[in-house]
Each structure stands twice: as C-alpha cells, then as structure tokens.
C-alpha cells in the first residue's frame, strides 16, 4: 500500500526568465484544457493560462476570489501546477494547494474549504507528455464551452501580463484525510469480499487500497504502486488492455470482482468474479434499478453511448422513476444531474455522478466502488456475475476511436449526420433494418427499428472520434453496423487508425 508522505509548499521564484509563452490554441477544449508539455504549451504560456484563469474567476467572484488547486502523480505536474499557481497569483487570485490529489479530491476540497473556485492538475488517462487543467467555479461543476471560450479569449487579449505576487498563497497538508473521512463515513461491507483493485500505476494507487480495505473487503493490488512511466499500460477503466489484465487477476485470485480506477481517479471500471467486464453503462443501469427501490420517482441522467436498455426497465418504470439522455462528457453531465435534480448520473466512460444525499453531485471513482460494494453487500448472496444475468443481455461495442484532426473532427461528425439523416429520408437500411429515430444531442445517435444503434461524435479531449454502437440482436449485427459506419467515414477522406477495433 502506498505511504502518503507530508508534503511542502511552494517556494515562488517571480524574477524567472522564461521564453515567450507558447501556448496552442487547440487545448482549450470542451470542458477542460489538454495539450503536450512543453510541445504545445511551455513553462511561460502555463503561467499565461493562470493569469486568463484567474482574470475569468475575478471577473465572475471578485477580487480576492480564492481557489484549491491539486496535481497528479506525472512526472511533471508538479512543474505545471507552480506555472498555473503563479500565473493564478499574478491575476490577485488567492491559492490554496492541496498537492497530490485525485481529481474528485479536488472537487471535494472545495466544498469543504469553501473556495471559489478549484483547478486541478491532471491529463487523467492520456499518454505520457499530456497535461491539463480541470478547473470550475460553481462547487461540484466544471466549465463547460463558453467558460473555456471566455479564459481563452482573456489569454489572447493578455499576451504579456506582469508576473507578480499580487495573491496569497497557502499549503494544506491533510485534505486527504478529511476526504477519506468523507468517502467511508458510516458505510461497512459486512459481506466477505475479495477485490482486486487496478490502478494501471496511477494517482488513484495512492488511494484506492486504503478505502477498500478500510470498508472491510480484502484487497489485491494491480499495479498500484505509482509509476509516472506507466509501464503496463495507461490507467484508462475504458481499455480493454486494462481490463482483460484485471480479469486474468480477477480469476487467478478467485476475486469477488475486480474494480479499475483512470489516472485521476474519477472514473471507475467492473469486472465480475468470472472475470468478465461489465461496461459502467450497465453497472449504471444495476445501481439505478437498486437504488429506485429506496428511492422512488428519482431521475437518473444517462449519456448518449448509454445501453438503450435503461429505457426499457421495468423496475424503473415500477418505481416511477425516469431516465434523460444527455451530452456525453463529465462538465455536461454533471451539470445536467444538478439541473434536474437527478439522484444519479451514469456515462459509458465510467463516470459516476453521485448527488445528495448519496454524494456531493461530483464524478469520483472511489465514491462509485463504494455504491458497487454496497450494492454486493445488499444482494448477498448473488455474486455480481449473477446479478449481471438480470438485466437482458445486448451486445456492446468498447467505445473505438479513430484518428481525426482537432480541426476537422466537428466538420466530420457534422458531414456524417447528414449523411444518415439521407439515408432515413431514403430508407436505405442499415445492417438490415431501417433507421427508426436520429438523435443529434451530442453528434449522431441513430436508432434501428429492433433497437440497436450507433453513435459517432468528435472526442472531447483528443484529437479523434468516438464510435459506440450496440445490438439487441448479436456481435455480427454489431460487425454489420460497424461496417456501415467505417464506409461512411471513409469517404470523407480524414479518418486515420483506429485506437481499437472489433475483436470477435
């Protein structure tokens, strides 16, 4: 288990003399800021994003406005978060630094440091040289597209700021031991379960072990041990290179389940005691079904690569309970949860929104094991390959993501819509049914008459799109659906390899 050390604060050098800022205008994205260190953003323009960001916090909370900031286990995050800091301190902005953190560690700290707002360190399950700011003001919210938009304008317009301390900045060392706290309270798995927990030697290594075991469960760790070279594979619950190495220590170890966490330990991944992993839409759809029977007429908030088979429970429907389809991406969806007051949201990736009076309304990995544990603990003795077995069965593509430019992604995706819009207009059948309904929430969700569907929407965070596509038929349906996708996207002639194919 890893040894949480005591950590120090920051010494400031203002009198540092950088090269020009550089700073690449395609990572501002979505929701949150990516780019490659220092190849599309250095030392100077991560000072630059700090002061836009700390202008944008200003200019909505007033001066003197506050934030927390936290970073990942890279190499590097320590050196981008001082750059951010300062830039942040330049603008007047008063930081606190919790140093090591997971993300959702961060979102708890500002809940309970009551700051304005949080910003924190991390490329989550990118390849090694990615960095990134999640950052947010409203407690348990990030920014979403006209946020990011406005500190990317503010950046443009502030080419030169003076580096200054014009802030105060204040080292917190023990945030961690009152989000633990936070994380267990009163919950005791009863149930004798073994877990093995993968980490893919990420941030959540430092966490994960000591809240599992603490609940009561055995613990076997999977590369828990932090190791900023990754040198298994990235910490993605998403990958099925993760998860098949979970499920060969899942069955080797005769493990009740196997739990895997992403790089900054907002995201969460199952796989059953027979080894087999269970995408989180359908642990969604098995802690909705579960929680209805406590809490009746709850909504519950899905994203758009989300199993149609929530729309088809019946326990749901007994418990008056309703399910909205919304944008994929954790910003969106954890503002959609707070919108309508859901009690859960579940997205494909494995983010899990928990609200009160469950949670604090925000995606975190460990919060979302426990509500898994706690679900085993009640329906003892099924085992969770058991409890799988209730819900219908439908076949699932892994989410594949094939190359395409930052600055032709949303042209792609918007040329592909069109192009199934015609083939509706034109009933031309795909994969030997007629396309029923077209979604267009978050790029293109087409619908088949017996239910099936497939989805293509530009990435949010990469330079790529993303292909989800579900049968209630059969894998070769999948394959069929799949074909139809690969030869409309081939004529637009900007689709390079794919990060994973069909592999039945």
Known sequence: MYTFKNQSELSFNFDEKLEEPKISQ??????????????????KGLELFGFGLGKFISNKKGENSSIVIGHDYRSYSEE??????????????????????????????????????????????????????KCGIEKSLTFGPTDIKSIK??????????????????????????????????????RKLKVVLACGNGTAGAFAPEVISRLGCEVIDLHCDL?????????????MTMLQDLSNSVKKNNADLG???????????VVDNKGEE???????????????????????????????????????????????????????????????????????SGHFFINEPLGLGFDDGLKSAILVLEYLNRSYPK????????????????????????????????????????????????????????????????????GSWGLIRASSNKPSLVIVIESFDSNEEIKLIFKEINDILNKTGKI???????TY
């Open 227 to 239: 190791d900023f070279s990754f040198p298994n594979y990235n910490p993605n619950p998403e990958d």
């Open 153 to 190: 304008n503010i950046i443009n317009e502030n080419q030169s700021p003076e580096i200054k301390m014009n802030g105060q900045y204040n080292f917190k060392n023990n945030v961690r031991d009152d989000y633990l706290d936070y994380l267990l309270g009163s919950t005791k798995i009863d």
């Open 278 to 348: 269970i995408f989180s839409d359908k642990i969604g759809l098995l802690l909705a079904e579960d929680l209805s029977k406590t809490y009746s007429e709850s909504k519950f908030v899905i994203d758009v690569k989300s199993t149609g088979l929530y729309f088809k429970s019946k326990i749901l429907e007994k418990n008056k309970c309703s399910v909205d389809m919304w944008k994929t991406g954790h910003s969106h969806m954890k503002r959609r949860v707070k919108e309508i007051n859901a009690l859960c949201g579940f997205e494909k």
């Open 80 to 133: 981008v978060k001082y750059h951010v800091a300062k830039g942040l301190l330049a603008s007047g902005i008063n930081v606190t630094d919790i140093g090591l953190s997971l993300s959702p560690m961060v979102y708890f700290a500002q809940h309970y440091l009551n700051t304005d707002s949080i910003a924190m360190i991390t490329a989550s399950h990118n390849e090694n040289g990615w960095t990134g700011i």
């Open 383 to 450: 085992k969770l390959s058991e409890l799988k077995n209730d819900i219908p069965q439908t076949f699932q593509s892994p989410t594949m993501a094939p190359f395409c430019k930052d600055d032709e992604k949303y042209e792609v995706v918007e040329w592909v819509t069109n192009k199934i819009k015609e083939l509706k207009n034109n009933k031309n059948m795909i994969a030997n049914q007629n396309i029923e309904s077209i979604s267009t929430i978050n790029g293109v969700r087409f619908q088949l008459n017996n």
């Open 259 to 269: 739990l895997a966490f992403d790089g900054d330990g907002d995201r969460l991944g």
């Open 26 to 43: 395609f990572g501002f994205r979505e929701y949150d800021a990516r780019w490659l260190y220092p190849k599309e953003i250095n030392k």
């Open 496 to 502: 390079g390899d794919y990060d994973q194919k069909l």
